[in-house]
């Protein structure tokens, strides 16, 4: 299974995916590198279409349907960055999409799919009935599920940001990232390591509910309850079931962090205030391990993804006026 993962894949997402995604900016920040004593540089996926690097991984995989299954449509049940990720590619593909949400979620996220021209159907009491839901509807209707990361052509999709990177920053030491069901930082370490090994891979969650570095710890897939976090983005389980990521994270990162709440709010105001980017807290945990020294860094170009901007204003104006 895992040889579908290779560095090839990555390359032929980048084709694939190129007409419908963002090269997105690779900037220095003058603020890190003064503070780390090396260069210390941002890939702004928080600047990508959605808001989120979703989109490569989702654009790879809707173009890999076959034309009956393109013809039928797809579902999904998140209403996050994956579920607008979904959605665009989808419209823009002229394609059916339908989202499955449980009763109580948020009018706005709702909303905010609709908009992007998705089907909603609501079902159930929580994300697990949406999530059986979702695959009865697959099963009568025809309907492919989008996984949101246990997939290789969305782990290679997510990839395409390490080629990017490298081909800026050849000499790149060190890559620090957001991980959560590890499509990001799988794709982007497949891709960094296939061509320098020696690169560092490091990855970052939150102290609440940090399930793949559990899982890694455990050495097996585990589950851990669901907390109220400011990296909403991160929340959710990696499947007992993992087929891709568990394994793929495993051969291929380096090291883990976990950030406090406190320390996630930091890294979202230093952003803003120092470098003026808008990220989200799932987004700027990797900011936050270099800022707060969690992890040691190797060689002189450390790149931090900021993987994702889409805060509700409000919150982020409230923070930056708490510091
Ligand atoms: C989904 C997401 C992540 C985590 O990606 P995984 O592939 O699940 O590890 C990080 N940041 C943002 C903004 C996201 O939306």
Redesign the pocket.
């Known amino acids: 299974m895992v040889d579908e993962l290779t560095l090839q894949a990555v390359y032929a997402a980048r084709h694939a995916i190129a007409g419908y995604v963002r090269r997105t900016p690779l900037i220095r920040s003058e603020a890190l590198s003064a503070r780390t004593g090396r260069a210390v540089y941002l890939k702004l ?2 600047q990508q279409e959605t ?4 989109v490569r ?1 989702a654009a790879n995989r809707l173009l890999a349907l076959t034309p009956e299954e393109r013809a039928a449509g797809v579902v999904t049940v998140s209403t ?3 579920g607008r990720a979904v959605a665009w590619v989808g419209r823009r593909l002229g394609m059916r999409v339908v989202v499955c949400v449980p009763e109580l979620v948020l009018p706005h996220k709702v909303a905010a799919i609709r908009r992007l021209g998705a089907e909603i159907v609501v079902h159930g009491a929580n994300q697990d009935e949406a999530e059986v839901h979702a695959l009865a509807l697959a099963g009568k209707q025809g309907l492919t599920l989008i996984s ?2 246990d997939d290789p052509w ?2 290679a999709g ?1 990839g395409t940001i390490g080629l990017e990177v490298l081909e800026e920053l050849p000499d790149a030491t060190t890559v620090v ?11 982007i370490a497949l891709a960094v390591k296939a061509v320098n090994p020696a690169i560092r891979t490091v ?1 970052v969650s939150m102290e609440r509910g940090p399930v ?1 570095i559990e899982s890694l710890a455990a050495g097996h897939p585990v589950q851990l309850p669901e907390e109220p976090t400011l ?1 909403d ?2 929340m ?1 389980g ?1 499947g007992l079931d993992n087929r891709y ?1 568990f394994d793929l994270i495993r051969r291929t990162v380096d090291d883990t962090v976990v950030l406090s709440e406190a320390e996630i709010a930091a890294a979202m105001t230093y952003a803003l205030r120092e470098e003026r980017q808008i990220v ?1 807290g ?2 700027a ?1 990797a900011l936050g391990a270099v800022l707060h020294e969690k992890t040691p860094l190797v060689g002189d170009n450390i790149v931090v ?1 900021l ?4 805060v509700d204003m409000g919150k982020l104006i409230a923070l930056a006026q708490e510091d």
């Not at 808001?51 to 979703?54: H, M, R, S, W, Y």
């Not at 993987?307 to 889409?310: A, L």
């Open positions: 996926e928080n808001g989120a690097f979703k991984g996050g960055n994956h949101p990361f969305v782990i997510q990232s957001s991980l959560s069901g590890g499509g990001l930082l799988g794709g990855g793949m990296a983005s991160l959710g990696i990521t989200e799932g987004g945990v993804i993987s994702g901007g889409n």
